[in-house]
């Protein structure tokens, strides 16, 4: 059975950091693009980030550039997200999900539960 | 702001069809990418329901149905059932190969 589940989240001051990681069990992560995408409470979905399969292709939507990075550790069926300059707009439930086939324009075909990560002082 | 235009709410009675709209631009859906739908019910994570504009994941039921045409998608629901109340998202990319999501359109059955 195939599962995402998401962890590392909680409180941080405004500033500071926060690591993200997503495990995965049932498939093989080594196989498939990765994503990271948020939604603030009672909002909608954005967008964080995508990793090609060996982490070495990524992309970060322009509101996380340069402050976020996303990686992979396929031998630990985990993904990654290194939140750091952290913002209280940062502050959302973040789902990892996976691209149904080699492509960045694939759907994502399965999500984690999320987890909360708040920005406040 | 959402790249991808979607109405705020869409509601319907029981049995009834509804369709939710989801604009984009030349340089997103326009463009060619493949739009996606997705399903949020109440407090849980997103679900794949509708992929490549036209197709449904296995286990979807036939009543959900998507289209494309020009810089637009759409979204169908046939048949309206109590248990499709949930916010609806569309999704595509843009030219700089970036994700883009619409803005949501809760669903209400009256």
């Known amino acids: 059975q195939m599962q995402l589940v998401e962890s590392g989240g909680g409180l941080v001051t405004p500033g500071g950091s926060l690591r993200l990681s997503c495990t995965v069990s049932?498939?093989?992560?080594?196989?498939?693009?990765m994503t990271w995408i948020r939604q603030i409470p009672g909002k909608g979905l954005e967008w964080v980030s995508y990793t090609g399969t060996t982490g070495a292709y990524t992309n970060y939507a322009d509101s996380v550039k340069g402050r976020f990075t996303i990686s992979r550790d396929n031998s630990k069926n985990s993904l990654y997200l290194q939140m750091s300059s952290l913002r209280g707009e940062d502050t959302a439930v973040y789902y990892c999900a996976r691209l149904a086939v080699r492509s960045v324009t694939a759907p994502f075909d399965f999500w984690g539960h999320g987890i909360l990560v708040t920005v406040s002082s | 702001q959402s790249m991808l235009t979607q109405p705020p709410s869409v509601s319907g009675a029981p049995g009834q069809s509804i369709t939710i709209s989801c604009t984009g631009r030349?340089?997103?859906?326009?463009?060619?990418?493949?739009v996606h739908w997705y399903q949020q019910l109440p407090g849980t994570a997103p679900k794949l329901l509708i992929y490549?504009?036209?197709n449904r994941p296995s286990g979807v039921p036939e009543r959900f149905s998507g289209s494309k045409s020009g810089t637009s998608a759409s979204l169908a629901i046939t048949g309206l059932q109590a248990e499709d109340e949930a916010d609806y998202y569309c999704?595509?990319?843009?030219?700089?190969?970036?994700?883009?999501f619409g803005g949501g359109t809760k669903v209400t059955v009256l």
């Open positions: 999704q595509s990319y843009d030219n700089n190969m970036n994700v883009v």
């Open positions: 049932g498939f093989t992560l080594s196989d498939y693009y």
């Open positions: 490549n504009n036209i």
């Open positions: 030349s340089s997103n859906i326009g463009a060619g990418y493949d």
